[in-house]
T-cell receptor, first 114, second 120 residues
Framework: AQSVTQLGSHVSVSEGALVLLRCNYSSSVPPYLFWYVQYPNQGLQLLLKYTTGATLVKGINGFEAEFKKSETSFHLTKPSAHMSDAAEYFCAVSDGNTGNQFYFGTGTSLTVIP | GAVVSQHPSWVICKSGTSVKIECRSLDFQATTMFWYRQFPKQSLMLMATSNEGSKATYEQGVEKDKFLINHASLTLSTLTVTSAHPEDSSFYIC????????????????FGAGSRLTVL
């Protein structure tokens, strides 16, 4: 079985500062890992994903995440926060063998302070 | 890229009426679709997994007679909230499972924009 833990339900950063959203996972099989973003009153949009290969993956809007197997982590980062990054971010894991079940973290609300 | 259309985006109804929400995969076939419920400032709560041509699998605690799910084709799943009551007011989101691409070989969830249900 898989599970996801997102540390910090709320994160605030100043505009231009580094964004770091934490995600740790638990999986008994090789995982596929995802970050989704949700803007108010909208559905979820895929930011980036890790399946196989390079452990540092780049996504849209300047975000990237690094898969660290030894730390069972998949933290999301962005070098410089923009006001438009304010949103809810969800980390998700799926079974790397079947890929048919997705497990979501509880989400992290990112606030960007001007 | 893959697109999932969800309709309506917002619906207001009287207590006791039934409301149908549609979820369509526009440019890919989705054998599996998921329905979620989301309360304000909370994560997604999986309600059911919908497979084309078969009965939906409901999560524990979700009333299947209350939330009717039909996955009639590879591109359409519907959620009907029957005899809606104010406590059913929520944001309902669907997602469809499709291949991310031949290279990755991984399934990716594509989400609809969500449907806000307000029951008066």
């Amino acid at each position: 079985a898989q599970s996801v833990t997102q540390l910090g339900s709320h994160v605030s950063v100043s505009e231009g500062a580094l964004v770091l959203l934490r995600c740790n996972y638990s999986s008994s099989v090789p995982p596929y890992l995802f970050w989704y973003v949700q803007y108010p009153n909208q559905g979820l949009q895929l930011l980036l994903k890790y399946t196989t290969g390079a452990t540092l993956v780049k996504g849209i809007n300047g975000f990237e995440a690094e898969f660290k197997k030894s730390e069972t982590s998949f933290h999301l980062t962005k070098p410089s926060a923009h006001m438009s990054d304010a949103a809810e971010y969800f980390c998700a894991v799926s079974d790397g063998n079947t890929g048919n079940q997705f497990y979501f973290g509880t989400g992290t609300s990112l606030t960007v302070i001007p | 890229g893959a697109v999932v259309s969800q309709h309506p985006s917002w619906v207001i109804c009287k207590s006791g009426t039934s409301v149908k929400i549609e979820c369509r995969s526009l440019d890919f076939q989705a054998t599996t679709m998921f329905w979620y419920r989301q309360f304000p400032k909370q994560s997604l709560m999986l309600m059911a997994t919908s497979n084309e041509g078969s009965k939906a699998t409901y999560e524990q605690g979700v009333e299947k007679d209350k939330f009717l799910i039909n996955h009639a084709s590879l591109t359409l799943s519907t959620l009907t909230v029957t005899s809606a009551h104010p406590e059913d007011s929520s944001f309902y989101i669907c997602s469809a499972l499709g291949l991310a691409g031949v290279r990755s070989g991984a399934n990716v969830l594509t989400f609809g924009a969500g449907s806000r249900l307000t029951v008066l």
